[in-house]
Nanobody, 113 residues
Framework: QVQLVESGGGLVYPGGSLRLSCVVSGVEFSMHGVEWYRQAPGNERQWVATKIREGTTSYADSVKGRFTIARDNAKNTVFLQMNALKPVDTAVYYC???????WGRGTLVTVSS
């Protein structure tokens, strides 16, 4: 059974940083691209970033230059380093395998003074 468990969210001031983690189980993790999405209150879920195995990364324009997606295949974990956070980044963040439609419960990030 595929499981994804996100962690690392919290309350942070504008301009601050957080690193999210997502542990994946039930699949051959290294064989899959990984993605992060987010959903702000009252909004649809939106794509944030993708890392295709050990190769290409891509980012939504709204986070480019501030967020970095990374992975540790030995730990079946995908990370999202978020810097220079803004109030508009407030959302529940979810990780996902690029080619499989399984979702974790997400982790809440709140950016506020």
């Amino acid at each position: 059974q595929v499981q994804l468990v996100e962690s690392g969210g919290g309350l942070v001031y504008p301009g601050g940083s957080l690193r999210l983690s997502c542990v994946v189980s039930g699949v051959e993790f290294s064989m899959h691209g990984v993605e992060w999405y987010r959903q702000a209150p009252g909004n649809e879920r939106q794509w944030v970033a993708t890392k295709i195995r050990e190769g290409t990364t891509s980012y939504a324009d709204s986070v480019k230059g501030r967020f970095t997606i990374a992975r540790d295949n030995a730990k079946n974990t995908v990370f999202l380093q978020m810097n220079a956070l803004k109030p508009v980044d407030t959302a529940v963040y979810y990780c996902k395998l690029r080619d499989m439609n399984f979702w974790g419960r997400g982790t809440l990030v709140t950016v506020s003074s």
